[in-house]
Nanobody, 122 residues
C-alpha cells in the first residue's frame, strides 16, 4: 500500500475551487509534516505549502497566498489542499509529500505520493 495517496484532481473552470486529499498512514502524520507540491507541464516541480503541526512553521508560495490553504482530519488520516480562485497557471500534477516544514518550504522529504492532475481551463 502506498504511503501517500492523493485524490480530488479534476478539470475546473478559472475562478473555481477544488479540494485535494492526501491520505497517509498514522505514523507519517505523527512524525512528519505533509506539504503540497505542483509540477506544471514543461516546468520543474515547485513547493506550494506546508504547515508544521510540530513547531507551527509554515511556508506558502507567493503565487498561491490567499487562495490555497491546508487543513487536516486526524480521524481520517487525511490532509487537504483547498484551492480557491483557480487560474489556468494552477494547472499541473499536485503531489503531497512528508518531510520537515521550513520557512523555505518542505525539506528532507522521505515520502512522496504519485500525484493527482488538476486542469484549470474554460
Amino acid at each position: 500500500q502506498p504511503d501517500l495517496v492523493e485524490s480530488g484532481g479534476d478539470l475546473v473552470q478559472p475562478g473555481g475551487s477544488l479540494r485535494l486529499s492526501c491520505e497517509a498512514s498514522k505514523f507519517i502524520l505523527d512524525y512528519y509534516t505533509i506539504g503540497w507540491f505542483r509540477q506544471a507541464p514543461g516546468k520543474e516541480r515547485e513547493g506550494l505549502l506546508c504547515v508544521s503541526h510540530i513547531d507551527s512553521t509554515t511556508y506558502t508560495k507567493d503565487s498561491v497566498k490567499g487562495r490555497f490553504t491546508i487543513s487536516s482530519d486526524k480521524a481520517k488520516n487525511t490532509v487537504y489542499l483547498q484551492m480557491n480562485s483557480l487560474k489556468p497557471e494552477d494547472t499541473g500534477n499536485y503531489t503531497c509529500a512528508a518531510g520537515v516544514c521550513t520557512v523555505g518550504g518542505l525539506r528532507g522529504v522521505d515520502y512522496w505520493g504519485k500525484g493527482t492532475l488538476v486542469t484549470v481551463s474554460s
